[in-house]
């Protein structure tokens, strides 16, 4: 198929694209509105990797999985939302827990943990007052080494500070708000364990806090926007200052309609679809770099040609080489997204988009906002000669 466009392509075509600017004007401010519109209403669905949470990766002991009883299973427990979906195969499945926020729910589930896996004489109770402390209540005397491995049952670690000084049969630990928040994602895996036990064993488990998740989208935000500046910055020295704010213009059509199809199909919006994100710009930038250098040359081997089918020519002449490319690509992350599974599938869907938008973009808004920024070919021109007399 890719060679029979390329032999179809071979010879020279006369698109008029530049003639078609302004419906696509309308039709990529119209998708971006609404992109931008569904972001700050509906919002992206955010993974564990921002949104913080729990991951857990279940095996079905026997048998397929069966998601509905599963689901059951899990809703019941307290923990808040459960999601779930099938993981690689038709025996794994994915269970997604929101974030705990170590109120005195957790501390039952706490609780409830314990008496299962210590026995019927332990207890685990909130502190009193409005604070982070929790205190555990034995059978019967324990020493420090005693204090650390019981409540290792419940997913806590203790600190020496921590530990009682004597042999006691309670204890109050020491913690933070958010220092029991984060306890409570552990209580979270083993509560969620104890209820599937029977039927699944845990194959991996991840768990993100809510700091971590903050950090980490500060940090995806940060490298969204160096990316997009470096790159302006490299057009706009390599090429004139118009070609910068075109290039501009064009990644940023494309991250916002980007963002737009994640709300649209509520997918989920991890490190690894913000790692398409970037990939989406750079391969929209590559492919707008060539038809702006082909703009480049055809303005000082054409003199009178005017802007528009000076435009027109280039994008003409690059048409070949851009579909063979983009052709290429789309079939394999085609691929990914046919076989690639759940853990890539954000991914391979935003890719498999951006492989069409960023296309789009280079030839109708790269393009054409070199016509609404009044570029003049005259001028270029004179300063090329300029050079070339200097030289």
């Not at 392509?9 to 694209?17: A, G, I, M, Q, V």
């Not at 690639?340 to 599938?345: A, D, K, T």
């Given at each position: 198929?890719?060679?029979?466009?390329?032999?179809l392509?071979?010879?020279?075509?006369?698109?008029?694209?530049?003639?078609?600017?302004?419906?696509?004007?309308?039709?990529?401010?119209?998708?971006?509105?609404?992109?931008?519109?569904?972001?700050?209403?509906?919002?992206?669905?955010?993974?564990?990797?921002?949104?913080?949470?729990?991951?857990?990766?279940?095996?079905?002991?026997?048998?397929?999985?069966?998601?509905?009883?599963?689901?059951?299973t899990t809703?019941?427990?307290?923990?808040?939302?459960?999601?779930?979906?099938?993981?690689?195969?038709?025996?794994?499945?994915?269970?997604?827990?929101q974030?705990?926020?170590?109120?005195?729910?957790?501390?039952?589930?706490?609780?409830?943990?314990?008496?299962?896996?210590?026995?019927?004489?332990?207890?685990?109770?909130?502190?009193?007052?409005?604070?982070?402390?929790?205190?555990?209540?034995?059978?019967?005397?324990?020493?420090?080494?005693?204090?650390?491995?019981?409540?290792?049952?419940?997913?806590?670690?203790?600190?020496?500070r921590?530990?009682?000084?004597?042999?006691?049969?309670?204890?109050?630990?020491?913690?933070?708000?958010?220092?029991?928040?984060?306890?409570?994602?552990?209580?979270?895996?083993?509560?969620?364990?104890?209820?599937?036990g029977?039927?699944?064993e845990?194959?991996?488990?991840?768990?993100?806090?809510?700091?971590?998740?903050?950090?980490?989208?500060?940090?995806?935000?940060?490298?969204?926007?160096?990316?997009?500046?470096?790159?302006?910055?490299?057009v706009?020295?390599?090429?004139?200052?118009?070609?910068?704010v075109a290039?501009?213009?064009?990644?940023?059509?494309?991250?916002?309609?980007?963002?737009?199809?994640?709300?649209?199909?509520?997918?989920?919006?991890?490190?690894?679809?913000?790692?398409?994100?970037?990939?989406?710009?750079?391969?929209?930038?590559?492919?707008?770099?060539?038809?702006?250098?082909?703009?480049?040359?055809?303005?000082?081997r054409?003199?009178?040609?005017?802007?528009?089918?000076?435009?027109?020519?280039?994008?003409?002449?690059t048409?070949?080489?851009?579909?063979?490319?983009?052709?290429?690509?789309?079939?394999?992350?085609?691929?990914?997204?046919?076989?690639?599974?759940?853990?890539?599938?954000?991914?391979?869907?935003?890719?498999?988009?951006?492989?069409?938008?960023?296309?789009?973009?280079?030839?109708?808004?790269?393009?054409?906002?070199?016509?609404?920024?009044?570029?003049?070919?005259?001028?270029?021109?004179?300063?090329?000669?300029?050079?070339?007399?200097?030289?």
């Amino acid at each position: 198929m890719l060679w029979r466009a390329h032999h179809l392509l071979s010879h020279r075509t006369s698109f008029d694209f530049l003639g078609k600017r302004r419906i696509a004007l309308i039709a990529s401010t119209v998708i971006n509105i609404l992109s931008i519109v569904g972001v700050f209403t509906l919002g992206l669905n955010f993974g564990i990797d921002f949104e913080g949470g729990i991951a857990i990766q279940v095996r079905a002991k026997q048998g397929d999985i069966h998601l509905d009883n599963l689901r059951a299973t899990t809703g019941s427990l307290g923990v808040g939302e459960v999601t779930l979906q099938e993981f690689g195969d038709n025996k794994s499945a994915l269970v997604r827990v929101q974030r705990q926020e170590g109120n005195a729910a957790c501390v039952a589930h706490a609780d409830q943990v314990m008496k299962k896996r210590a026995g019927a004489g332990w207890s685990v109770v909130p502190g009193a007052g409005d604070t982070g402390d929790v205190t555990f209540t034995a059978p019967g005397a324990l020493d420090s080494n005693g204090w650390r491995e019981a409540v290792s049952t419940v997913g806590l670690t203790l600190q020496d500070r921590q530990l009682p000084r004597a042999n006691t049969n309670s204890a109050k630990i020491d913690m933070t708000h958010d220092q029991r928040a984060e306890w409570c994602q552990q209580v979270a895996i083993k509560l969620v364990e104890d209820a599937i036990g029977g039927q699944y064993e845990l194959r991996g488990t991840e768990s993100v806090g809510p700091k971590i998740g903050e950090e980490l989208m500060h940090s995806g935000v940060i490298a969204v926007l160096a990316t997009l500046g470096a790159i302006v910055i490299y057009v706009w020295l390599r090429f004139e200052w118009q070609f910068g704010v075109a290039a501009l213009v064009a990644l940023l059509h494309d991250v916002i309609s980007t963002m737009g199809l994640f709300v649209l199909l509520r997918l989920d919006f991890s490190l690894t679809a913000l790692a398409a994100v970037l990939t989406i710009a750079g391969y929209s930038i590559n492919d707008t770099v060539v038809i702006f250098d082909r703009v480049r040359e055809n303005m000082r081997r054409y003199r009178k040609m005017s802007l528009i089918e000076l435009l027109n020519f280039s994008v003409n002449e690059t048409l070949s080489r851009t579909l063979m490319t983009s052709g290429t690509v789309f079939v394999a992350v085609l691929a990914l997204v046919l076989f690639g599974g759940p853990v890539l599938y954000s991914f391979s869907v935003a890719m498999l988009w951006g492989v069409i938008v960023g296309t789009y973009s280079s030839i109708w808004v790269a393009s054409a906002m070199l016509v609404y920024l009044k570029l003049r070919p005259e001028q270029f021109r004179a300063k090329a000669e300029d050079a070339q007399a200097k030289a």
